[in-house]
C-alpha cells in the first residue's frame, strides 16, 4: 500500500502538537479524518507509529525516526515544487540576451539594472556581436531576445521599438574637434575613423555613407574588437571612433565625447528587441514585460506576447 505525501504533512503536524484535536486545527480539517489518516499510515509502513491515551498523541520510539526522514521528504519536495513555480513563473531560471551597444550608461544598462533588481534570481547571460550575427543566433535558439539598432523589415516574428541613442564621436583629448561643443558630419572628412566590425560598427558604416555618401575621403581601420576595447585605443592611436551615448558612462584616459549632428540636429539610432514567438523559455516573458512597461507598444494587441 503506497504511503501519501499528504499523511506524512499530517503526521508530521499530529507529532508536533501532541493532540489530535490541535493538530486537526491547524490542519483545518475534522479530527476523525485526521485519526483515520495515521492509521492508514500505519497500516501502510506496518508499524505503530502514535501511542493514544487520555493525556494525548504521542510518536512511538520506532516512529521517531521515521518521522525524522518523513519532514526531509516533506521539506525537499515542498522546496523543489516551490522552485519549479517560481520558474514557471520566469521568477529564476537563465535568460539570454544578445546586445551589441556598450553597458555603461543610458537605457539598455538602466533596464538591465531594472530587471536584476526585480527578478535577481535568473542567471543572465549576455552574447555580443554585429547584429546580424544576433539576428542569427536568435533564429538558431541560441540567445533568446536580441536588442539591435538594425531594423530588419524581413523578420517575420515578434519585435518591440524600444528607446533611441544619440551618436557620438570619441575624439583624442589634444584633436581640433575637441574645441567644439558639437561635431557636424562633414567635419569628419580626411579623418582616420576606427570602425569595429562587431556590435553597431556596421550600422556606423552605412549611417556614414547616408551622411557624407562615398567613404573614399576617410581612413578606415576595421578591428575585431568590441566598442569596449576600441574606446581606449583612440587615447592611443589617434583615430576617431563613432559610438552611442550609452558608452559615455566610463572614462577613458585622453578621449573626448562629443555629439555629432546634422543639419536637423543630433543623429539618433533607434533600438528595437526581437524575439521568437514560440520561445517557451519562462524568464523570457518577465523581460518583455518590463521592456513593453519601459516602452509601451501601443499597436500591440492585448495580451499579446
Same mark, same amino acid.
Given at each position: 500500500m503506497p504511503v501519501e505525501f499528504r499523511d506524512l504533512r499530517w503526521a508530521i503536524v499530529a507529532s508536533q502538537h501532541r493532540s489530535l484535536r490541535q493538530a486537526a486545527e491547524a490542519l483545518r480539517i475534522k479530527q476523525p479524518t485526521l485519526s483515520r489518516c495515521l492509521r492508514s499510515l500505519e497500516h501502510a509502513v506496518g508499524s505503530k507509529l502514535f501511542d493514544r491515551s487520555n493525556g494525548g498523541t504521542r510518536p512511538t520510539m520506532e516512529a521517531?525516526?521515521?518521522?525524522?526522514?518523513?519532514?526531509?521528504?516533506?521539506?525537499?519536495t515542498e522546496a523543489m515544487t516551490a522552485r519549479l513555480k517560481i520558474r514557471s513563473r520566469g521568477e529564476s531560471g537563465r535568460l539570454i540576451i544578445g546586445v551589441h551597444t556598450s553597458l555603461s550608461a543610458g537605457n539598455l544598462r538602466? !533596464?538591465?539594472?531594472?530587471?536584476?533588481?526585480?527578478?535577481?534570481?535568473?542567471?543572465?547571460?549576455?552574447?555580443?556581436?554585429?547584429?546580424?550575427?544576433l539576428i542569427s543566433d536568435l533564429t538558431s535558439s541560441a540567445v533568446d531576445i536580441a536588442v539591435v539598432t538594425e531594423s530588419y523589415p524581413s523578420w517575420s516574428d515578434r519585435s518591440l521599438l524600444l528607446w533611441s541613442e544619440r551618436v557620438v564621436a570619441a575624439l583624442p583629448?589634444?584633436?581640433?574637434? !575637441?574645441?567644439?561643443?558639437?561635431?557636424?558630419? /562633414?567635419?569628419?572628412?580626411?579623418?582616420?575613423?576606427?570602425?569595429?566590425?562587431r556590435g553597431p560598427g556596421p550600422e556606423f558604416l552605412k549611417l556614414l555613407i547616408s551622411k557624407l555618401g562615398a567613404l573614399d575621403a576617410f581612413t578606415l581601420p576595421r578591428h575585431e574588437m568590441a566598442i569596449e576595447q576600441l574606446l581606449p585605443l583612440v587615447?592611443?592611436?589617434? /583615430?576617431?571612433?563613432?559610438?552611442?551615448?550609452?558608452? !559615455?558612462?566610463?572614462?577613458?584616459?585622453?578621449?573626448?565625447?562629443?555629439?555629432?549632428?546634422?543639419?536637423?540636429?543630433? !543623429?539618433?539610432?533607434?533600438?528595437r528587441a526581437y524575439w521568437r514567438q514560440t520561445n517557451s523559455n519562462p524568464s523570457l516573458r518577465p523581460f518583455l514585460d518590463l521592456l513593453r512597461e519601459r516602452y509601451p507598444d501601443l499597436s500591440a494587441a492585448p495580451g499579446e506576447a
Open positions: 521517531r525516526e521515521f518521522l525524522e526522514d518523513a519532514r526531509r521528504i516533506v521539506a525537499s538602466a !533596464t538591465l539594472l531594472d530587471h536584476r533588481r526585480r527578478f535577481p534570481d535568473v542567471d543572465r547571460q549576455f552574447v555580443d556581436g554585429a547584429s546580424d550575427h583629448a589634444e584633436h581640433p574637434l !575637441t574645441s567644439r561643443h558639437l561635431i557636424r558630419w /562633414g567635419e569628419l572628412k580626411g579623418e582616420q575613423l576606427l570602425i569595429s566590425q587615447g592611443v592611436d589617434g /583615430g576617431i571612433l563613432l559610438a552611442l551615448e550609452g558608452a !559615455t558612462g566610463a572614462s577613458y584616459p585622453g578621449v573626448t565625447f562629443r555629439e555629432v549632428h546634422d543639419s536637423e540636429g543630433p !543623429t539618433r539610432m533607434s533600438f
